[in-house]
T-cell receptor, first 112, second 112 residues
Framework: EDQVTQSPEALRLQEGESSSLNCSYT??????LFWYRQDPGKGPEFLFT???AGEEKEKERLKATLTKKESFLHITAPKPEDSATYLC?????????????FGQGTTLQVKP | EAGVAQSPRYKIIEKRQSVAFWCNPI?????LYWYQQILGQGPKLLIQ????????DSQLPKDRFSAERLKGVDSTLKIQPAKLEDSAVYLC??????????FGPGTRLLVL
């Protein structure tokens, strides 16, 4: 069974204090690992898709990396507006339906 | 490009009542998903449509939940009768085949 575990559950940072969020996954044939950002009261917003180990993608202060067992979302010099819940999800070969299996999320708070 | 639309945004009902949610996906997206997100958890797939057909409803509580996708476009999700544990955010998402999901704003349901 495909599974995704994110850590930590919550993270508090000072503005400018860089850190990383972890996403560990178990999947039968990875067809994509996805990162989403979710603000309170809103639906998840797509950030990145990674497909193979060693792949990296960047967007502003965020960089996502992928290994065969986990993905990291690195946040460099975060700002208060980066405060949100970050969700990781995987798409595997199981069932061949294309559905995403989500982790429970990491809630990030960046204090000014 | 217009995003995924959902209505209503909020709904409060008594247990054992029925409720229906509506979703209009992004034009041209063949795949439509309904996810349930309980407070503090990641989204969990309830049902996935490919055009008019259901491709995955393995986690849909079929004794009380039903869903349909009319003419391969709009979709409705119904709960009858509602239970206290159905209190959650119901997210609709759509995607082109094999691509990242685009989520709507969600419908927040409170069952009293």
């Amino acid at each position: 069974e495909d599974q995704v575990t994110q850590s930590p559950e919550a993270l508090r940072l000072q503005e400018g204090e860089s850190s990383s969020l972890n996403c560990s996954y178990t999947v039968s044939g990875l067809r994509g690992l996805f990162w989403y950002r979710q603000d309170p009261g809103k639906g998840p917003e797509f950030l990145f898709t990674l497909y193979s180990a060693g792949e990296e993608k960047e967007k502003e202060r965020l960089k996502a990396t992928l290994t065969k067992k986990e993905s990291f979302l690195h946040i460099t010099a975060p700002k208060p507006e980066d405060s949100a819940t970050y969700l990781c999800a995987v798409r595997g070969l199981s069932g061949n339906t294309g559905k995403l299996i989500f982790g429970q999320g990491t809630t990030l708070q960046v204090k000014p | 490009e217009a995003g995924v639309a959902q209505s209503p945004r909020y709904k409060i009902i008594e247990k054992r009542q029925s409720v229906a949610f509506w979703c209009n996906p992004i034009s041209g997206h063949a795949t439509l998903y309904w996810y349930q997100q309980i407070l503090g958890q990641g989204p969990k797939l309830l049902i996935q449509f490919q055009n008019n057909g259901v491709v995955d409803d393995s986690q849909l509580p079929k004794d009380r939940f039903s869903a349909e996708r009319l003419k391969g476009v709009d979709s409705t999700l119904k709960i009858q009768p509602a239970k206290l544990e159905d209190s959650a955010v119901y997210l609709c998402a759509s995607s082109p085949q094999g691509q990242a999901l685009n989520f709507g704003p969600g419908t927040r349901l409170l069952v009293l």
